[in-house]
């Protein structure tokens, strides 16, 4: 009972990085619908760059906050400059451009940061944490997610800006015709999508290790989550990373092992889709005839 | 003076225009309308002076020339545009909606005090405001829209057929409250509608579109009175 | 008499250039001789891939599976069954077309990206099952099955690599042919009425489901047609050469090449097979990095594939031409 409860805390603890990631792909999806699939490399040179400035002797937090702003600059700049040009673009080219990214940003980091592993601290000891059920650092790792949560919902829900993204998602036609700058603030998602990825990536580096293919895998289920919770929603991808982490990890520990758990964990939600093919929390799809 | 003065003006889809050289003007604080059939030009035409479309010609706002500035530069310029569809943010609330008209103003204190007009306007949307605008009616989102408009505290508000899809009693409501809004706020509206009748009752200047031009203009009760308005557009 | 005149010269272009696909294998080096043939394998895919996602609408990010179901059920009746390598050709093809429609049904379910993710997720776990343990005595486990290269026939004098090169040329052209007529007739207007409009095609009588599935049989079976010239050609299959990067050559294959369009896949099979190796030479250090950069300049270049870019170019040159008094090429 012991081991299963720890396997369900760890579960969640991954499952708060799956949850900040699929977020984020949400967060674009909502004003472009397209599902970003560089997120997870983006994230990952954004590790890098925290990694780098630890190295060089940073504070922990600072350079927490540094990679964090930098992140939000890169993913406005990709936007500036690489998305904006296929805005227009049928969805498949868009997803060669994703690709793109992804190889670029992967082979720029092994390139700046060589392919071996690394050790990436974590700001939490790693003593357990009210019994042995989680570890301080399992439980800093869902506490962090859970303040990024919480601080974006109030960004979208409480401000003008947050306001203005969320009408820009819905409707840009109408966004514009209120007065909205509508491109920069689909910049400004991209930003933030970003940012939450650094967040995520700077977690689940302190988990595992660092390399610069560390989050193919998490990126996938990121997918999966925000699929499963329903594309367009935000909660729905929050729950849906969370069920995605315990998941796996019961998978892995108790009915496949690790070789194939991400196998089983694709078709198990594959079947669900299959059976609720807009996900949990999704909203129907309606064509117009 | 005219708040809007347009003169020569060209705009359509990709290489084929709809509209071919029109001039016209909206009177300060006035209602001016367009009127037309289907496929004259009408949402075209709204469409060119916001921005949404390349155009070629003069635009000229309160002595500003606007043609050729991207919408949002037209729009903080102060002029508001209720869209076909009405362009309601459906997943937002009522209030929110509101919210988003007014996201360019710094001026708190008068937001404020808008709402409170807006809302005496339109008594239904107060009792509406926390509810997602995608479960008003028909009619309510078209006030919402005009409200979402005036919340920009625009000089020229442009109406896309706010007469569309609504019962006959809402429509006269509506209308009936544009003329208010107009006395009161002082502001000056550019109204296409096909349901030339109501249109001409709410209007002081009236020009007739035809397949991208302007054929005929005047004041609106003497339009009333033209043979080939009353027997194409009013039906006698 | 124009269209005529179009037409004809469409067709001496065509025989162009497969005399020249004939006549490369005697003129270059026989490692280029390998690597065009795979450049012919990958075409044949890619006709499959686009007939499932260009002309259908149906995303695949999972193709790489059936290639590799492809390449093992060849390996596998070679090696345990000693069939010989220009039979097992049709047993994959049918194979993967059955594993094709199979795969096809529960996809009638989803959309967009939701069977991006399940196709995807197909590919994924495909390296995972070959290793998998209870199957090790058929598909070697994650050493594989290495297969010998086939000698050319007759004694014909031909080097080995010259007649495989034939031989999958051979089958591409039937391949393409196939294609071509399969787009030509009610079933290709019938698949292109369902990408654009599903309800409405629907309506006008098509049965929607069945089109769906057996289309995305057929791109399987173009997939499992190449998968198994490609072991023979690659002489050993294993797991990893099988990974998900392999699918999303594929669908990179068909954008860059040209959506919907037939010759596209030439184009797209060449950049495959090519851009990895000259990214490699202009950098050693980050070779992805400029791979990348090849990709967005080609989609930024070209939005709408090589195909594309070559129609649109033909069609200014000819207006240009018609605009002197010369031939003018009917608007297709």
């Known amino acids: 009972m012991e081991a299963f409860l720890h396997q369900v805390l760890a579960g969640l603890a991954n499952g708060a990085v799956y949850a900040s990631l699929a977020l984020a792909l949400v967060m674009i999806y909502q004003s472009t619908h397209h599902i970003n699939f560089a997120q997870g490399e983006m994230a990952m040179f954004s590790t890098y760059l925290a990694w780098a400035m630890i190295n060089a002797g940073v504070p922990y937090w600072l350079a927490f906050v540094s990679t964090v702003l930098a992140s939000f600059v890169i993913g406005v700049v990709i936007e500036r400059a690489v998305i904006r040009r296929v805005a227009n673009a049928p969805v498949l080219t868009v997803v060669v451009v994703f690709i793109a990214l992804l190889v670029i940003f992967n082979s720029v980091a092994g390139w700046i940061f060589s392919y071996t592993i690394k050790v990436f601290p974590s700001p939490f000891p790693s003593q357990p944490l009210f019994g042995p059920y989680i570890s301080t650092h399992e439980a800093g790792v869902v506490g962090i997610s859970v303040l990024v949560l919480t601080l974006l919902y109030l960004f979208f829900r409480f401000t003008p800006l947050g306001l203005a993204m969320r009408a820009t998602a819905e409707n840009p036609v109408s966004a514009r015709l209120a007065g909205i700058r509508v491109g920069w603030m689909l910049a400004l998602g991209w930003g933030l999508a970003a940012a939450i990825g650094a967040v995520a990536g700077m977690m689940i580096a302190s988990i595992v290790y660092l390399d610069p293919n560390m989050l193919s895998g998490v990126l996938l289920y990121a997918i999966a989550a925000a699929l499963l919770g329903g594309i367009d929603n935000p909660f729905g991808a929050v729950v849906g990373g969370l069920a995605i982490g315990v998941l796996e990890n019961l998978m892995g520990a108790y009915v496949v092992g690790t070789e194939l758990k991400l196998t089983v964990a694709l078709a198990v939600i594959i079947g669900v889709l299959i059976f609720r093919p807009t996900g949990l929390f999704g909203r129907a799809f309606v064509t117009r005839v | 003076m005219p708040v809007l003065e347009v003169s020569d003006l060209h705009a359509g889809y990709g290489r084929s225009d709809v509209l071919h050289g029109l001039s016209f003007s909206?009177?300060?604080?006035?209602?001016?309308?367009?009127?037309?059939?289907?496929?004259?030009?009408?949402?075209?035409?709204?469409?060119?002076?916001?921005?949404?479309?390349?155009?070629?010609?003069?635009i000229v706002l309160a002595g500003t020339q606007i043609a050729g500035r991207p919408t949002e530069a037209i729009v903080r310029l102060g002029v508001a545009h209720v869209p076909d569809g009405r362009g309601t943010f459906l997943n937002l609330s009522t209030e929110e909606n509101l919210r988003v008209g007014a996201i360019t103003r710094r001026d708190r204190a008068e937001v404020a005090r808008d709402f409170e007009r807006i809302y005496a306007y339109f008594p239904r949307l107060k009792e509406r405001r926390h509810q997602q605008a995608g479960t008003l009616s028909g009619g309510e989102q078209q006030m919402l829209a005009i409200s979402r408009a005036l919340m920009l505290r625009p000089r020229l508000l442009l109406l896309d057929e706010p007469s569309f899809g609504l019962a006959p009693l809402v429509v006269q409501d509506i209308f009936r409250i544009m003329r208010t809004i107009n006395a009161e706020q002082k502001v000056s509206m550019l109204l296409v509608e096909q349901n030339a009748s109501l249109a001409l009752d709410l209007a002081n200047t009236a020009y007739l579109l035809e397949t991208g031009r302007v054929v005929m203009s005047g004041p609106a009760q003497e339009l009333r009175r033209a043979d080939n308005v009353r027997q194409a557009y009013l039906g006698y | 008499m124009r269209g005529m005149e179009a037409d004809r010269a469409r067709w001496i272009l065509i025989a162009v250039v497969v005399v020249a696909a004939c006549a490369l294998p005697f003129v270059v080096s026989s490692y280029r001789v390998f690597q065009f043939n795979l450049v012919l394998v990958y075409s044949i895919v890619l006709i499959g891939l686009n007939l499932l996602?260009?002309?259908?609408?149906?995303?695949?990010?999972?193709?790489?599976?059936?290639?590799?179901?492809?390449?093992?059920?060849?390996?596998?009746?070679?090696?345990?069954?000693?069939?010989?390598?220009?039979?097992?050709v049709p047993a994959a093809g049918l194979t993967c077309f059955v594993a094709g429609c199979l795969f096809g049904l529960p996809a009638l379910r989803l959309h967009g990206h939701y069977l991006a993710l399940a196709t995807f997720a197909l590919g994924v776990a495909m390296p995972q099952i070959l290793k998998y343990q209870g199957l090790e005595h058929w598909t070697g486990g994650v050493q594989g099955i290495v297969i010998s290269k086939p000698k050319p026939p007759l004694g014909l004098p031909l080097t080995q690599d010259q007649w495989l090169y034939l031989f999958t040329l051979a089958i591409a052209l039937l391949m393409f042919w196939i294609a071509w007529n399969l787009l030509r007739g009610r079933i290709g207007r019938a698949m292109v009425a369902i990408r654009d409009h599903p309800i409405a095609a629907e309506?006008?009588?098509?049965?929607?489901?069945?089109?769906?599935?057996l289309t995305f049989g057929v791109s399987a079976l173009y997939?499992?047609?190449?998968?198994?010239?490609?072991?023979?050609?690659?002489?050993?299959?294993?797991?990893?050469?099988?990974?998900?990067?392999?699918?999303?050559?594929?669908?990179?294959?068909?954008?860059?090449?040209?959506?919907?369009?037939?010759?596209?896949?030439?184009?797209?099979?060449?950049?495959?097979?090519?851009?990895?190796?000259?990214?490699?030479?202009?950098?050693?250090?980050?070779?992805?990095?400029?791979?990348?950069?090849f990709l967005l300049a080609f989609v930024f270049l070209m939005p709408t594939g090589v195909a594309g870019f070559l129609r649109l170019a033909w069609a200014r040159l000819t207006a240009r031409r018609a605009a002197a008094g010369g031939p003018i090429r009917e608007p297709r």
């Open chain 2, 26 to 58: 909206v009177e300060d604080g006035g209602i001016t309308t367009v009127l037309g059939a289907n496929g004259a030009g009408k949402t075209t035409l709204l469409r060119a002076l916001c921005g949404l479309l390349p155009v070629r010609g003069s």
């Open chain 3, 53 to 88: 996602t260009g002309f259908n609408g149906q995303i695949s990010l999972g193709h790489g599976a059936f290639y590799a179901i492809g390449a093992y059920v060849a390996a596998i009746l070679m090696h345990h069954a000693g069939v010989p390598y220009w039979a097992t």
């Open chain 3, 203 to 213: 309506a006008m009588g098509i049965n929607v489901a069945a089109v769906k599935t």
């Open chain 3, 223 to 293: 997939a499992g047609v190449g998968g198994a010239l490609g072991a023979v050609v690659v002489q050993f299959v294993a797991p990893d050469s099988f990974v998900a990067l392999l699918s999303i050559s594929f669908l990179i294959g068909i954008v860059i090449g040209g959506l919907a369009s037939i010759s596209g896949a030439i184009y797209g099979a060449l950049f495959i097979q090519f851009v990895p190796n000259i990214a490699d030479q202009i950098s050693r250090a980050a070779p992805w990095a400029v791979y990348g950069l």
